[in-house]
């Protein structure tokens, strides 16, 4: 088997995928995409890992014993802190070593350069990390991150003004609400009724950040201040007719972070909100009915406040 690099598409892919993405392919690295989430992926990282597995560490584990048959390297950064002060959730911080037991890897195959901060210490040492097993030189690394991260920079959202007819705000981890096995069917009602919908990633990190700063006293995760941030500056907008809030049953940030926020951000807010915890075992049909009731709420009340003409908001 020639060398290939396979990255599992769940978790903090949906975060830093596009940049990872670039950067194995600035080296000359062939590398392979494990794809979207499906029904095979979920069920077969459900065998694999612990019953007490939150839902998106099941499907992560799925997603590498799907490149595995074709792939010599699999790429599992160990990202334990990004933003000063705080911290990823356990299981990120620790994937490299979840991975290498439940799949028996030894330590050629497993390329996962630890990140605790942003220096430039740090990111010359996971370039090392990640050249070394790829018979890659350092420089060669370099180079390919610079370049990946001037791209991956230019993508990111500069500013956050919003159009002005109403929109439903769906707020959660970038892993669940960006992967389409999870969120595909809440984006397609709202777009058959010609809603649009927004999410934390359409915010630039800077508003994001700032807006959690009420907050960092009480919350030192990290993707937990994210969708902190996130709740109190739609919260705040007008044109944000009603949120939904999506989380993963046995995550436990979100079953803490999520009580914090209906208190503090969501009821006094007076907005329309929903909570939908997700798990392998829920249906599309009854995630639908919850979804449509809610939007059916959220109508009636943008037509009793004028602010929704009969015909809809199309």
């Not at 979207?36 to 998106?56: F, Q, V």
């Not at 802190?81 to 990823?88: C, E, G, V």
């Not at 397609?188 to 006293?217: C, H, W």
Request: glycine share 6%; charged share 20%; with cysteine.
């Amino acid at each position: 088997m020639g060398v290939k690099v396979g990255i599992p598409q769940a978790l903090l892919y949906h975060e830093f995928g596009d940049f990872w993405l670039d950067f194995f392919q600035n080296t000359g690295v062939p590398v392979a995409l494990s794809g979207e989430t499906n029904k095979k992926i979920l069920d077969r990282g459900t065998s694999l890992a612990i019953d007490e597995s939150c839902i998106p560490l099941k499907v992560y584990l799925g997603h590498v014993d799907s490149l595995l048959a074709t792939c010599s390297h699999i790429f599992v950064p160990r990202v334990a802190q990004y933003y000063p002060d705080n911290h990823l959730c356990a299981k990120l911080a620790g994937l490299p070593d979840i991975v290498q037991n439940t799949f028996r890897l030894d330590n050629l195959e497993l390329i996962s350069p630890n990140i605790e901060n942003k220096s430039h210490t740090t990111m010359l040492k996971a370039i090392h990390t990640i050249c070394q097993p790829l018979g890659l030189s350092t420089i060669t690394g370099h180079r390919a991150y610079h370049k990946a991260l001037k791209e991956w920079q230019s993508k990111m959202p500069i500013q956050s003004g919003h159009p002005a007819k109403a929109r439903i705000a769906v707020i959660g981890h970038a892993y669940i609400i960006k992967d389409v096995f999870f969120n595909s069917d809440i984006e397609n009602f709202f777009k058959s009724q010609k809603v649009g919908i927004t999410t934390p990633d359409d915010l630039p990190n800077k508003r994001v950040y700032e807006e959690a700063k009420a907050f960092q006293q009480d919350i030192y995760w990290q993707l937990s201040i994210k969708i902190a941030g996130a709740t109190r500056y739609f919260c705040r907008q007008p044109d944000i007719a009603g949120i939904i809030m999506v989380s993963s049953f046995g995550c436990g940030p979100d079953s803490l972070v999520n009580e914090y926020l209906e208190h503090h951000i969501l009821k006094p807010s007076t907005k329309p909100y929903m909570v939908i915890s997700i798990d392998e075992h829920t249906g599309n049909a009854g995630l639908l009915t919850r979804v449509e009731a809610f939007w059916d709420m959220v109508e009636r009340r943008l037509k009793l406040e004028g602010k929704l003409p009969s015909h809809g908001l199309s």
